[in-house]
């Protein structure tokens, strides 16, 4: 499900964005291609902040996460993105957690969103 | 509004991703920081595909965008990013849309947001 394509992507710079929503409305927040860990079909993401992320996932936990990049390429010209849907929870404690917070000293919690589908978009 | 340091950033390449939203959840489409044109307080965004974007304006139009750069300075590190929020419409006619066709010729209308907030986030 996550291809060396979206391996090739997350290898270059760029910014990711983590859409979630509630009854009230969609809420978008921003990481680094860097930032994102892949385990198996699992990403990581550290989060320090992210608290309305947070909040919207305790009542929906879908997730919708976008990732690119310019400098790959895609179906027919350079650039390419991905869409990925999943499942998202946050982590406080377990191995898991230590391996990202060693990585990524600044973060309170880890986003882990369970990957469902990540679809080459371009 | 749209300050320096946004211009700073969307003169960097990137990924920009364009927040919609309806009853049924949330959607999200991306597009070039390159891709961004700026006029007065509206972004102008050339529009090929995005039709479940549209469909989502015609039902709510508010809007949320990220765009981001890691090669520009931040609050206090490298790597910056926005969120916009705005109202959004398809235009398919005028003197913006034939600008707008010039410059990206496989577009088939424009996405333009009149921008309410754009906030540095990082």
Redesign the interface.
């Known amino acids: 499900m996550l291809n060396e394509k979206l391996l090739e992507v997350i290898a270059h710079?760029?910014?990711v964005?983590i859409?979630?929503?509630s009854g009230t409305?969609?809420?978008?927040v921003?990481t680094?291609n860097s930032y994102l860990v892949i385990v198996d079909d699992k990403i990581l993401i550290p989060a320090a902040g992210m608290r309305k992320t947070q909040k919207n996932i305790e009542f929906n936990n879908?997730v919708?996460v976008?990732?690119?990049?310019?400098e790959v390429m895609g179906h027919s010209y350079m650039?390419t993105?991905f869409?990925i849907e999943g499942k998202a929870g946050f982590i406080e404690s377990g191995s898991e957690f230590d391996m990202m917070k060693e990585k990524f000293p600044f973060l309170s919690r880890v986003l882990e969103i369970t990957v469902e589908s990540a679809k080459q978009?371009?």
């Open positions: 710079e760029g910014v964005s859409v979630t929503w409305g969609a809420h978008v921003n680094w879908s919708k976008t990732v690119g990049s310019k650039g993105g869409l978009t371009l």
